[in-house]
């Protein structure tokens, strides 16, 4: 159970040691399916291929995959009965024809609500999954990075979330192709105090970690990766992130000029909506690379 904070002001459990030994840098390409051998970068789609499909929904999964993306993103949250299901928000309002927090919602009555009419009438009757049924999708197919929403995060270690997705992953058969990810620290370290071994990326919040950069960041909390937002990544960063070899992943970028600039900068993986103009763009620089380097 987390009982204190540390010095910084976050919370710790007992499994945390500050000024521990940094962690092992777990780059997201390591749990491609099928990766090749000169392949270190990764295309990530952000809740599926969400610019084509509802959000968080199998059917934005299914897209991701044929569009050759090499992971899928996906939110995951409780229901009432405190079962594991994949969804964004606090509310149900915004992605489907419900009203109210989904954490008031059991899982019988949050199948009954349509989570795709509000995206396009082709979708209608797409229900909200649970996350068996998104690793039910992916494996085989696509790794995963899991996002623990910070409403369905508590104290307590035992029972919670984090606990109940380490278990669902493992009976999928899926531990060498998923990472995990969150904004509450308390999350990431759950997580490593259950298994101390699983992968783990922070994701970066200004108001948690001010002016510290992504490896004292990481140091902190025991994270593997480093994710943040587009707008928020400097040289600063850049410059500390470099020397350590440190996995960076930056989200969400859907605008092509946008993603040469990161992947002229060296990142390691991008989140977007469009994983198929992200796998065009990635070939682009690859041959302009490529071009280069023979003349």
């Known amino acids: 159970m987390v009982k204190t904070q540390?010095?910084?002001?976050?919370?710790?459990?007992?499994?945390?040691?500050?000024?521990?030994?940094?962690?092992?840098?777990?780059?997201?390409?390591?749990?491609?399916?099928?990766?090749?051998?000169?392949d270190d970068f990764t295309i990530i789609a952000h809740r599926g291929a969400s610019a084509y499909y509802p959000e968080n929904t199998l059917p934005a999964f299914d897209g991701a995959i044929v569009m050759g993306a090499d992971m899928v993103e996906f939110d995951v949250q409780l229901t009432a009965d405190r079962e594991v299901v994949v969804f964004h928000d606090k509310t149900v309002s915004r992605c489907t024809d419900g009203k109210g927090n989904l954490s008031h919602y059991t899982l019988a009555s949050l199948k009954k609500l349509d989570a795709g009419i509000r995206f396009d009438k082709s979708f209608k009757k797409t229900t909200i999954p649970t996350l068996a049924e998104a690793l039910d999708i992916c494996k085989n197919r696509i790794a995963a990075n899991i996002e623990i929403k910070t409403e369905a995060v508590s104290d307590i270690?035992?029972?919670?979330?984090?606990?109940?997705?380490?278990?669902?992953?493992?009976?999928?058969?899926?531990?060498?192709?998923?990472?995990?990810?969150?904004?509450?620290?308390?999350?990431?370290?759950?997580?490593?105090?259950?298994?101390?071994?699983?992968?783990?990326?922070?994701?970066?919040?200004?108001?948690?970690?001010?002016?510290?950069?992504?490896?004292?960041?990481?140091?902190?909390?025991?994270?593997?990766?480093?994710?943040?937002?587009?707008?928020?990544?400097?040289?600063?960063?850049?410059?500390?992130?470099?020397?350590?070899?440190?996995?960076?992943?930056?989200?969400?970028?859907?605008?092509?000029?946008?993603?040469?600039?990161?992947?002229?900068?060296?990142?390691?993986?991008?989140?977007?909506?469009?994983?198929?103009?992200?796998k065009k763009v990635l070939a682009d620089v690859k041959k302009r690379k490529a071009d280069d380097r023979r003349q």
């Open 6 to 38: 540390n010095k910084e002001g976050l919370p710790y459990s007992s499994g945390f040691v500050r000024g521990k030994a940094p962690p092992m840098f777990k780059p997201y390409h390591l749990f491609k399916y099928h990766p090749r051998e000169d």
């Open 157 to 278: 270690v035992a029972g919670g979330i984090e606990e109940k997705c380490l278990k669902i992953i493992e009976c999928h058969g899926m531990r060498g192709h998923v990472v995990f990810s969150s904004f509450d620290p308390r999350a990431i370290m759950h997580l490593k105090q259950i298994d101390n071994a699983v992968a783990v990326a922070l994701l970066f919040e200004k108001k948690l970690y001010g002016s510290r950069l992504p490896s004292e960041v990481l140091e902190l909390v025991n994270a593997d990766a480093f994710n943040c937002s587009a707008d928020r990544f400097n040289k600063k960063w850049l410059e500390d992130i470099r020397p350590k070899h440190i996995p960076v992943n930056i989200y969400t970028v859907n605008d092509e000029k946008k993603m040469k600039r990161f992947l002229d900068m060296g990142v390691n993986g991008i989140f977007t909506n469009k994983p198929d103009v992200l």
